[in-house]
């Protein structure tokens, strides 16, 4: 083949990209036609926070382009009261493979062989997290095993920037809109999880075990979905998926990174003299009132300020104090057995600090060497929480046991699949995941201090959710399945062991 020919064959090969209207004019589609951002999503095959750019200015390609083009047309032709905008096109160009992304992902891929939920392409499709080739696909979603293999986010173009064009033509769209009819607009975010759980009983006939099991099943995505209703209208923007540091990434496939969430696990080691009775409180809803904690809003930047920014929140590298009440109280690192720095997350930071202040005088300051932090805000996801917990109470009180395990699900889910998951394609922080898990321990440890400071005695203190007590303890904490009360677990006596293990 000459020169020439070469040149022909690749300009033949392409062909313009279909045009979209200018990122406000999407957005604007969107909402006249009352349709979330998940709704929207979910049909085109992409995750929330990818629609999220695209109305911010980033630009699809190939045929995942070719649909969201088609469906804002059809919205446009379906709604003739909005104003025009013109559609600005993209000119062709030429993209290459990228072997090296796709070599490493096979290789990704090869030590995930025993995964049953992997599927090898035999043509790669866009990653999920990234929107570049994927050579795998993982419950049902494209995307690369590895996430050091995932393309970082790149700016959104400007509007003349040209768009990549694959090398074969996309295909042609089906001939109806590939969109879901849109939900009923609820009358508050609650409403989608009564709504759930009635569509479930009725899809199962009122068989309430097969409804729980399909409930339980599409927890993740319920929450995803509950999420993004219930930051409609808020003042900050949720960056789904930043550039995340190497000490947030695990060391190996399986292992964990490198912050310490010290999660408690204390007995005390001498016990008052005498036969006393222990009373064992469960802390109800520990993860879901861990849901309002200082949550970092966006992309985390390195410091090396050994002074601590409130108004920041994120991972911090420090040289803990000595702690001298291990006979009375928990260490507040949890069990740890290396001394030295380490990382830790905000409310780990933010409880050494309250502990070394004048009113507590329990420790010295901790000394903080670096930090991976961004501005961040206590209520970020209060709305979020305060819509599980309305659905929880309401449970409760109707003994309503298949929502109350589906919102248990809900919220549990959410926390443990943000983080490196397979099962959590919309969400990738895994800063939230420790620093939520480990507002939940600093939570449990607060009640021990509370305890003690109110006379009790503490026996052990162990998890997200429990205190082993000697002395009144209902002068102290509420009794009841509220989020704000504590329930008997157990009782026995000090010369008895505990009647279920250590966990």
């Known amino acids: 083949m000459s020169d020439f020919e070469a040149i022909d064959s690749l300009l033949a090969a392409l062909r313009p990209q279909a045009p979209l209207p200018e990122p406000r004019r999407r957005r604007e589609l969107r909402e006249l036609a009352h349709l979330s951002k998940a709704e929207m999503a979910r049909a085109l095959g992409v995750s929330p926070s990818t629609l999220t750019a695209w109305e911010n200015g980033r630009e699809p390609a190939g045929e995942t382009r070719e649909k969201y083009a088609y469906l804002l047309n ?3 032709a379906k709604l003739p009261t909005a104003p025009p905008t013109p559609a600005q096109p993209a000119p062709p160009t030429a993209t290459a493979p990228d072997t090296a992304a796709d ?3 096979g290789e990704a891929a090869a030590e995930n062989e025993g995964d049953e939920d992997v599927e090898h392409l035999t043509t790669p499709e866009p990653c999920v997290l990234c929107g570049h080739p994927a050579p795998t696909r993982v419950a049902g979603y494209a995307q690369h095993l590895d996430p050091a293999h995932c393309h970082p986010a790149t700016p959104a173009p400007h509007p003349t920037t040209p768009a990549p064009q694959p090398a074969t033509p996309p295909q042609k769209p089906s001939p109806t809109p590939p969109r879901r009819a849109p939900h009923p ?3 508050s975010p609650t409403d989608l999880i009564h709504q759930a759980v009635h569509a479930a009983l009725t899809e199962h006939q009122g068989d309430t075990q097969a409804a729980s099991a399909a409930l339980l099943k599409r927890a993740i995505p319920d929450a995803m979905r509950l999420l993004d209703e219930t930051r409609k209208g808020a003042r900050y923007d949720v960056i789904a998926h930043p550039w995340i540091p190497d000490v947030l990434k695990k060391q190996t496939s399986r292992g964990p990174d490198q912050i310490w969430e010290a999660r408690p696990k204390w007995t ?7 036969p006393h009775q222990v009373t064992a409180l469960d802390i109800n809803g520990a993860y879901l009132s861990a849901l309002k904690t200082h949550l970092p809003l966006g992309q985390l930047e390195h410091s090396t300020d050994p002074t601590h920014d409130r108004r920041r929140a994120g991972v911090h590298l ?3 104090p000595a702690w001298e009440h291990e006979t009375e109280l928990p260490n507040p690192l949890g069990q740890r057995d290396e001394p030295g720095p380490l990382w830790v997350t905000e409310p780990t930071l933010r409880l050494l600090l309250r502990l070394s202040s004048p009113r507590h005088a329990l420790c010295e300051p901790p000394r903080i060497h670096e930090s991976y932090t961004s501005g961040a805000t206590e209520n970020l996801l209060e709305k979020f929480r ?3 917990k309305d659905a929880r109470d309401t449970a409760i009180a109707q003994r309503d046991d298949i929502t109350l395990e589906y919102v248990k699900a809900m919220y549990s ?7 490196e998951s397979n099962y959590n394609r919309e969400l990738y922080r895994p800063d939230w995941m420790h620093i939520i898990r480990s507002q939940a321990f600093s939570n449990l440890w607060l009640k021990a201090l509370k305890a003690r400071d109110e006379g009790l005695t503490p026996v052990r203190v162990m998890g997200t959710d429990e205190l082993h007590v000697i002395g009144d303890w209902r002068r102290v904490f509420p009794e009841g ?4 009360e504590v329930k008997i677990k157990d009782t026995y006596t000090t010369e008895e062991e505990p009647p279920y293990p250590v966990r």
């Open 74 to 76: 059809g919205l446009a």
């Open 318 to 320: 420090i040289t803990p």
């Open 413 to 419: 889910k959410f926390v443990s699949t943000m983080g």
């Open 103 to 105: 070599t490493a992902a």
């Open 481 to 484: 399945r509220g989020v704000t």
């Open 185 to 187: 607009t609820p009358g």
């Open 268 to 274: 005390r080691p001498e016990l008052p003299r005498g």
């Open 386 to 388: 305060i819509a599980l």
